[in-house]
């Protein structure tokens, strides 16, 4: 069965084609106008789809080799996210549902992106838990089976790739900072520094206060101290944002009595975070799943995937199906 998956919720407009289940073609166009902004602009986003999805749709069946009439379902991403952006993805998937006489699956990204652990992973079984930290997320969730998925924490606030992209504005990186934070912070020092983390109930996470302190600590200074201490203070930030990730993971991994952890989204590249969670992992005989990093940010293959286990149960969406822009995981 060859299912055709649409992603657009929020900067990136993705398609990807599947058979039973694992991608043939994962084509994502990152769009790139909201550099000069320091964040996403969600007007220009949905433009942006607008223009790109014909294109982007073409190129994952090209790279597929499969033709349009070939393809069984097709699937598109309803919430949560940017409510422009879901239109775009969800409106044209419609349209093709509708023109091609094929049924139509709407799915939950955030659910998608916990079950991208499974695309080409024939080692993971359910239960497992999820840590998704991405510029939009930031959660632990316990899935015990692609349907069955339990909040144990999320963030209060900021989630730990927006801190992240924050951080690195403030340092003067362009956007989205993250990676740039990462790859200096390999040579830094990450106790050279300390900025505090907000103390919030177990599992939970905040990231805000981060953000202020850096801005805080950094207003005070030099631009010459900023220049000389670029590697510590990007070791010392990523520090300070991995601290909770990591004792939350752990934390739940025990109460939870589980043996898989799993990464995704965005920050899931993090090097630090890897190498951390490897070390934890090993410590205490847990096997650690990270997604290729296609799959990891967002991307149509994961929507397909999460389409793929409906499809398989005939949980079809009807053509009234309308966008949700806060969906939440289970909804
Ligand atoms: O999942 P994703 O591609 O999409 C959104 O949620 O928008 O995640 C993007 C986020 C950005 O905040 C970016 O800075 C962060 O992931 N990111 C990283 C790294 N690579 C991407 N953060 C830390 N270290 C990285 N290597
Ligand atoms: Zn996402």
């Not at 073409?58 to 009439?69: D, S, Y």
């Not at 909040?151 to 730990?160: E, R």
């Not at 927006?162 to 993250?178: N, Q």
């Not at 983390?197 to 202020?212: C, D, I």
Request: hydrophobic share 40%; charged share 20%.
């Amino acid at each position: 069965m060859y299912l055709l998956a649409i992603e657009s919720s929020c900067d990136d407009t993705a398609v990807s084609v599947l058979k039973d289940g694992e991608p043939l073609s994962n084509v994502v166009s990152s769009q790139m106008v909201h550099e000069r902004y320091g964040g996403v602009v969600p007007e220009m986003a949905s433009r942006e789809h607008q223009k790109n999805i014909v294109q982007v749709c073409r190129n994952a069946l090209n790279n597929a080799g499969i033709g349009m009439g070939e393809i069984g379902a097709i699937a598109a991403t309803i919430g949560p996210g940017l409510p422009g952006s879901l239109l775009v993805g969800a409106t044209f998937a419609k349209g093709l549902s509708l023109s091609l006489g094929i049924p139509l699956i709407g799915v939950n990204h955030m659910e998608a992106h916990v079950l991208s652990l499974l695309i080409s992973q024939e080692n993971l079984k359910f239960p497992y838990l999820c840590l998704v930290v991405s510029g939009g997320h930031t959660m632990l969730v316990l899935v015990t089976e692609w349907n069955q998925m339990q909040i144990l924490g999320q963030t209060q606030d900021d989630a730990v790739g927006e801190a992240f992209d924050k951080c690195a504005k403030l340092l003067g990186f362009r956007y989205p900072g993250g990676k740039i934070i990462d790859d200096l912070a390999t040579t830094g020092n990450p106790t050279a520094f300390s900025f505090p983390v907000a103390k919030v109930p177990e599992l939970q996470f905040s990231y805000s206060g981060v953000k202020t302190a850096v801005q805080y600590f950094l207003r005070e200074k030099p631009e010459e101290f900023i220049k000389e201490n670029l590697n510590d203070l990007c070791a010392s930030i990523q520090n300070a944002l991995l601290k909770p990730l990591v004792s939350n993971a752990v934390l739940a991994m025990k109460q939870q009595q589980l043996q898989n952890l799993g990464i995704c989204g965005g920050v899931a590249a993090n090097k630090g975070l890897r190498k951390i969670l490897q070390e934890e992992a090993k410590r205490n005989g847990w096997k650690l799943f990270v997604p290729d990093f296609e799959y990891c940010t967002d991307n149509a293959a994961m929507i397909g995937r999460a389409a793929w286990y409906l499809w398989k149960e005939k949980k079809f969406s009807p053509l009234t199906i309308a966008t949700e822009p806060r969906m939440v995981i289970g909804q």
